[in-house]
């Protein structure tokens, strides 16, 4: 193997590590402002495109992730339930801040 392909597979494999990394911290953040985060099979039928979000069933405030869902559009549901949220008091790193405040990147 080259060396430059041991590097582009190494450099792919630590984009996708940190975006996993990601998914996981915007999660334990929803958590910690009060939802309740479920990672689940969203099944699809012919004619409407289902998505994860943010829902309140029986008193008790979800956030749905579709674990089949690319892991861009999963950020960008996370996103999507977390904007707006107080996060004063919940340590965020830079890019997962960056992501609340501007959306994916």
């Given amino acids: 193997m080259h060396r ?21 911290e915007l999660a334990e953040a929803a958590k910690r402002v009060g939802l309740e985060v479920r990672r689940e099979k969203i099944l699809r039928e012919v004619g409407y495109r289902a998505r994860g979000g943010a829902c309140r069933l029986r008193n008790q405030d979800l956030l749905i ?8 559009d999963q ?31």
């Fill in 65 to 72: 992730l579709d674990r089949d869902q690319a892991p861009a």
């Fill in 75 to 105: 950020i960008e549901v996370l996103a999507e339930a977390l904007r707006g949220r107080d996060f004063e008091a919940v340590y965020l790193s830079p890019a997962a801040r960056r992501i609340l405040q501007t959306g994916p990147e």
């Fill in 4 to 24: 430059t392909h041991l590097v582009a597979t190494a450099m792919s494999e630590n984009k996708g590590t940190r975006v996993t990394r990601l998914i996981d």
